[in-house]
Every structure is written in structure tokens, then in C-alpha cells.
């Protein structure tokens, strides 16, 4: 599970230009948007992309992203429940 | 402050999904035809889902009908471009050699996207469709079109998204207002492209069936292609000219939103303030405004924030004038839109209807503001048109009957 | 001829590898440093934290650096600075990224992230942003660097309104090169805002 939830970090930080973070700086249960790191609603849809092309899973609802997204644990949880 | 000099309509045309010539389009709005259906002519992975308003010429029939040759390229958006401001200039009865300074501004954003994206390809294999390499920059087509129209004084293209023919609008009144031109052919034109299905797309703010502006169940645009230019003129030349003017512009706003780069504030202070402005410049009151032609696009968020401002802009639901997006009956033609939707203003003017707001069956719940569904007779003085685009680049104009 | 209403209170010259306010150097790199390198090594120069910036195309973050300095140099910018900017190839940069993705054979990808930034005016919105200025805004599309036509376009829509002051200039950013001159106009200041001291400062660092 510490080994996806790792990947998904490094993931996040390359697909969102997040230059300025390491995979350190983020944790696990960190909120993704909002007050957390301020992802934005472009960034909701860049993970969307990212879970489509690294993990086969389609959200067609940007809706449903926002339950999925909350947190890196949040995402990796959806991953290893939908994956195909 | 310059004195005010009343910017005169004299002419103007437009092709779209609806029709290829200003009355099949005010038929099919009066009848609510609308032009949304599976895309035919554009090769795109997405068209067995996504509908969009598509124009019912090809490329093929285009150049035969405008009698261009063959062996220069002319893409999608150029075609357009040229079937429509033709229309304008006969219907103002221009000749450009009458001595007047005559300006060109086009607005488009798709360029010549649509045949780059055909024609890349080939282009290091085979030496056959390399006359279109050139017609790539936003540009291009604008200095064909002077070409063609035989205008030299001035040419520009204005690229700011989908507010970029209203800003096009704005400019031709400006300039004659400021006595640089005497005359602008003003308007815009945008193609369908893969470029722009795809990228709308992946924004996820492209519906699957038909757009539903302003209803609380909107999940999407569609887009379209289209397009359409005024020909304006300092109200002197057109009396010099004897042409009777069939609208004047009287008011014109643009601001910017401040707040994401493609999505607007959610109590829409771009659109707030643009309308402002173009009230201040007409010197109305928002009470004084008959119809209002909304930017309406129906994606979630375009709505909420106009309605909003709507709502700023008039305190109550019950204030508001009948307003409609007419974007359900062309789709959503990107820097047309300003252009396509001032000649549907202009048409509300002419005859004194408002036209309806299709696919609307639920108010938006936290706005409660209902669009006019049904054509409409009314005493039409004053029309305000609305076009917002990405990079929070908001417009606004106003079209009169008559100046002060 | 009347004396010019409006001056230049500053201006932000960005050639290839160089960045320069009022004709003063800010940065300045190696020739070989990549376009992305470069904008990158100026935002640690500005020092400022706003991570947003590297989302931005190389079209936006030149353009973003440049607002930056002048707002250090003549600002700050009033709410209802106009923004009236140019260039010829509008937002090619990333045109050209988003038709990769989406026309790639194999693994074809439409970046949301990407597509944002296909029109040139999301430059004057990133700016409206990190500045809060609710103006009006234009981009035009010339074939040069064109003052004869900014600079009374310019005058008319200051003389017109209350706003009485603008951004403006041209901003033609290359896969690698980089012809971005920006500047701050308003009613007072050293240089007057005419075509021919706009082509002096243009031509002085050819």
C-alpha cells in the first residue's frame, strides 16, 4: 500500500508542476485541494487523466473526483479498490 | 472625452449551423430550428458522442460557390469568413474604393488549425498541400480576407477567446468613434476543429446531447462553427452614402474576472462589470434594456456566474428583461460568438422579437431566474449581448433602434 | 503637435537570455540555458511564492516575470490598468503541445492542464490573477512589433475613460527565443508614450 501511495506522490508532483514540493513534503492524509496544497479545479482534471492512463479507471463525473481526490490515502484507497 | 459620434450597422452577414445567410438564420430562430447533430464533416474519435452545430457546406462547395481558386489555400475558417463578410458588404452596398478609410477587424482562434492538423502529416512526405502551411497563424486569414474585399487602410485580427469578435466590435467603434476609420468590417470566425473537441473534452465542460443554457440540470456546451461581421460606419458616411442604418451600437464594455483562467468568479465580476460599462457608455439604465442576449454557454459554471451578475446587475429575478442564450440552436462558435450572436441581437431589433432559450425545463435553484422559452413579440429598443471568454476576458454590447 | 498626454513609467525588455528594467540588467544567463531554465532561474530571482507559476506556459511566465518587475519599479498597478498586448504567433507554444498530445498514434492525451493555455489572452488573465486588476483587456495579433498602431489605440481607450493608466507591448515568445517588451503607461513619468521613443527603446538592444 506505502509502495502505491509513494508512486501516486511522485505521480502528482510531475503531472501537476508541483516543482517547488518532493515526495517527502507530502503526506499521506494531507487535504489535496482546498487549504492543503490548493490544487485547483484544472489540477482535478489532470488527476482524472493521471487515473485514467497509469491506473485504467474512468471518472466520467469531475463530481465524483472530489470524494477520490481529498487526500493522497483517499486516492490510493479508490486505485487498489477500482483498478483494473 | 471624444464627442460621441454614432456608430451606424449598415450591413452585415452570417453563416452558421442555422443558416448560410442572415435570413435562413432569423427563420430558423424564429422557428426554433436548431442546428445541434452528430458531427459529419469533421473526423474526430469523439463523433459518435458529441454533438455540435456544424455548418451545411462543405470546404468543396465553399470555394466553388465564392468562385476562388483552387490552387490557393483557404481554410475552413477563411471560407467561412469570406461567405459571410461578402454578405455584409453587399447588403451595406460597399465599394471599397469609394475613398472612405475602411478597417478590417477579424477575430478568430482556430486559425487555420483545422487544415494543420489534416494536412501535418503529409507535409514532409509530399509536397501537395504545402500551400496551407502558411495559413496556420491567427493572422492569415484576415489579411486574405482584405484580400479579397479589396480593404487596405487597416487590418488586424484579435485573438481573446470567446469574447474575441465582441472585442473586435468594440474596436471598429473606437476607432471610428476616435476618427481613425471612417468604416470597420468587423466580426469573427472559428472552424470546427479536432483541436478544440478535444480540448473542450478534456476539460469535461462538453455535454453529451443538446446544451441546456441556464437550466439547473446543465452539464455541458456544445460546440459550433460560424461565422459573422457588421460593417460599422461614423453615422455622417452612412448619410453621405444614403444607406439607412438598421442598428447602431451605443454600447460596448470589456473587464477582466480576476480569477481562474478558465473558469469565472462565482458571483461574476468580470460580467458585472462589463455590463456596467457598456451601460455607462450607452448611458442607460439596466431597466432601459429590452432583451438580453446571454453568453449562456451551459456549462455549470459560465451560467451561474452570468446569472449572477444578471442578478446584481437588476436586484430580483422579477427586474430581469427576457434574456436567451441562443447557443442551444448554433453551439457554442468561440470567437464568432460575439459576431453571430450581435446579428441575432440585431435581428431582435429588427423585428421586434426575443428569441427563445431552448432545452430549459428546471431555474437554476440557488438563481431562480427563468429565460424567455418561446418566441417572442415585444417593443425592442435596446438588445445587451454578453460574450465571456477564457482568461477572464468579459464583454459586453449594446445595440440600439436609434441614438440619443 | 500637442505635448504626449501619457509617459512611460517603465519598461521590462526580455531577449533571449536577458531581462532587463528600464535599460537596466536583472538577469542575465548563459546563451545555451533552455527557454524553461531560463524563466525558471528568473522566478527564483524574483523571489516570490507563487507556485502557480509553474503551471504557466513559457508565454505566461515571461510575461508574468516581466509584470512583476515593473509592478516593483512603477507600481503598484491600479485595479483598472488596461492590458493591451501583441505578438505574431498568439499561443503557439502550447498549440503545438496540446496537437501533439491529442494527434500522438499511439497514446493520444488531451492535458486539460495543457489546452488551458491555447489562446494568448490567458497571459493577460494569469496576470489579472497575481494582480487583481478587473480592466479591460485586448491581444492583437500583427505580423511585427507594431507601436504606430498601439500607441494612438493606446491613447484613445485612456483619453476615452477615468483609466489612466495601461500595460502594454509585445510579447513573442519562441519554442527558444524569447522578444517580449512590456511597459507601464500613465499620466506622469520620464519618457512620453510615442511611436518613436517605443522604436528607440525596441531597436537599443538589437
Known amino acids: 500500500m506505502s509502495e502505491l501511495t509513494e508512486e501516486l506522490k511522485a505521480k502528482i508532483i510531475s503531472q501537476l508542476n508541483l516543482e517547488d514540493l518532493t515526495v517527502d513534503d507530502l503526506d499521506d492524509n494531507t487535504p489535496l485541494f482546498g487549504n492543503g496544497l490548493g490544487l485547483d479545479s484544472i489540477d482535478a482534471l489532470e488527476l482524472i487523466v493521471m487515473l485514467d492512463k497509469s491506473y485504467g479507471i474512468k471518472l466520467s463525473d469531475p463530481k465524483e473526483g472530489r470524494k477520490v481526490f481529498e487526500t493522497v490515502q483517499t486516492m490510493a484507497d479508490f486505485i487498489e479498490a477500482n483498478r483494473k | 472625452m471624444s464627442p460621441i459620434v454614432p456608430i451606424a450597422v449598415t450591413g452585415m452577414g452570417a453563416i452558421s449551423a442555422i443558416g448560410n445567410d442572415v435570413a435562413e438564420n432569423f427563420k430558423s430562430l424564429a422557428e426554433a430550428n436548431h442546428g445541434i447533430g452528430p458531427i459529419r464533416q469533421l473526423e474526430t474519435c469523439h463523433e459518435e458522442r458529441l454533438l455540435a452545430g456544424e455548418v451545411h457546406m462543405s470546404n468543396a462547395e465553399l470555394y466553388d460557390r465564392l468562385g476562388l481558386p483552387q490552387d490557393i489555400a483557404y481554410t475552413r ?51 501537395k498541400n504545402r500551400s496551407f502551411i502558411p495559413t496556420h497563424p491567427c493572422g492569415y486569414a484576415a489579411e486574405q480576407i482584405a484580400g479579397q474585399l479589396g480593404i487596405a487602410d487597416f487590418v488586424t485580427t484579435i485573438s481573446t477567446a470567446c469574447s474575441s469578435a465582441a472585442n473586435a466590435i468594440m474596436l471598429g467603434a473606437r476607432m471610428i468613434r476616435a476618427g481613425l476609420l471612417d468604416r470597420a468590417i468587423v466580426g469573427g470566425t472559428d472552424c470546427l476543429s479536432r483541436f478544440t473537441v478535444n480540448g473542450f ?26 461565422a459573422a461581421y457588421l460593417v460599422l460606419e461614423a453615422e455622417e458616411v452612412a448619410r453621405n452614402r444614403a444607406i439607412l442604418p438598421i442598428a447602431y451600437v451605443t454600447g460596448y464594455g470589456n473587464a477582466n474576472d480576476a480569477f481562474h483562467q478558465t473558469a469565472s468568479s462565482d458571483n461574476g465580476e468580470g460580467a458585472y462589470l462589463a455590463m456596467q460599462q457598456a451601460l455607462e457608455i450607452a448611458r442607460l439604465n439596466p431597466a432601459d434594456v429590452d432583451y438580453i442576449n446571454a453568453h449562456g454557454t451551459a456549462t455549470p459554471n459560465n451560467d451561474l456566474a452570468e446569472g449572477n451578475a444578471l442578478l446584481r446587475m437588476y436586484g430580483s429575478a422579477s427586474a430581469l428583461p427576457p434574456f436567451s442564450s441562443t447557443k442551444a440552436f448554433t453551439g457554442h462558435t468561440l470567437a464568432a460568438a460575439g459576431a453571430i450572436e450581435a446579428v441575432f441581437s440585431i435581428l431582435a431589433l429588427q423585428h421586434q422579437v426575443v428569441f427563445p432559450n431552448l432545452n430549459f425545463s428546471q431555474p437554476i435553484a440557488s438563481l431562480n431566474i427563468v429565460p424567455q422559452t418561446g418566441l417572442a413579440a415585444k417593443k425592442i429598443d435596446h438588445v445587451l449581448s454578453n460574450s465571456f471568454g477564457f482568461g477572464g476576458n468579459c464583454s459586453t454590447l449594446i445595440f440600439s433602434k436609434d441614438h440619443d | 503637435m500637442d505635448a504626449p498626454s501619457y509617459h512611460i513609467q517603465s519598461y521590462c525588455m526580455i531577449r533571449d537570455r536577458t531581462i532587463a ?59 483598472d490598468t ?48 497575481r494582480h487583481q486588476l478587473h480592466s ?64 528607440r527603446i525596441y531597436n537599443e538592444h538589437e
Open chain 2, 77 to 127: 475558417s477563411t471560407l467561412l469568413a469570406l461567405w459571410a463578410s461578402r454578405e455584409a458588404l453587399e447588403a451595406a452596398a460597399i465599394d471599397p474604393t469609394d475613398g472612405y478609410r475602411t478597417g478590417l477587424i477579424s477575430a478568430t482562434t482556430v486559425g487555420g488549425m483545422d487544415a494543420t492538423e489534416r494536412y501535418y502529416d503529409d507535409y514532409l512526405a509530399s509536397a
Open chain 3, 136 to 199: 479591460e483587456n485586448v491581444f492583437f495579433i500583427f505580423d511585427r512589433y507594431l507601436p504606430e498602431f498601439l500607441v494612438p489605440y493606446t491613447n484613445a481607450a485612456l483619453d476615452d475613460k477615468p483609466i489612466k493608466s495601461a500595460i502594454g507591448g509585445w510579447v513573442e515568445i519562441g519554442e527558444h527565443t524569447c522578444d517580449l517588451l512590456l511597459y507601464h503607461i500613465g499620466k506622469s513619468g520620464d519618457i512620453p508614450h510615442t511611436v518613436a521613443e517605443l522604436k
Open chain 3, 21 to 79: 528594467v528600464n535599460g537596466t540588467t536583472f538577469l542575465k544567463t548563459n546563451a545555451d540555458l533552455t527557454l524553461a531554465d531560463f524563466l525558471k532561474s528568473a522566478y527564483r530571482q524574483l523571489d516570490i511564492d507563487y507556485p502557480k507559476f509553474h503551471k504557466m506556459d513559457s508565454l505566461c511566465k515571461a510575461v508574468l516575470i516581466a509584470a512583476e518587475l515593473m509592478d516593483r519599479t512603477s507600481g503598484p498597478y491600479a485595479s
Open chain 2, 201 to 226: 473534452n478534456s476539460l469535461m465542460i462538453y455535454t453529451d446531447g443538446h446544451c441546456r443554457p441556464f437550466d439547473e440540470n446543465r452539464n455541458g456546451l456544445n460546440l459550433g462553427e460560424a
Open chain 3, 82 to 129: 488596461a492590458l493591451i498586448f501583441s505578438n505574431r504567433s498568439s499561443s503557439y507554444l502550447s498549440d503545438n503541445k496540446h496537437a501533439t498530445g491529442i494527434f500522438d498514434t499511439e497514446n493520444p492525451t488531451a492535458s486539460p492542464a495543457t489546452f488551458v493555455y491555447t489562446l494568448p489572452n490567458i497571459a493577460l488573465g494569469e496576470i489579472s490573477i
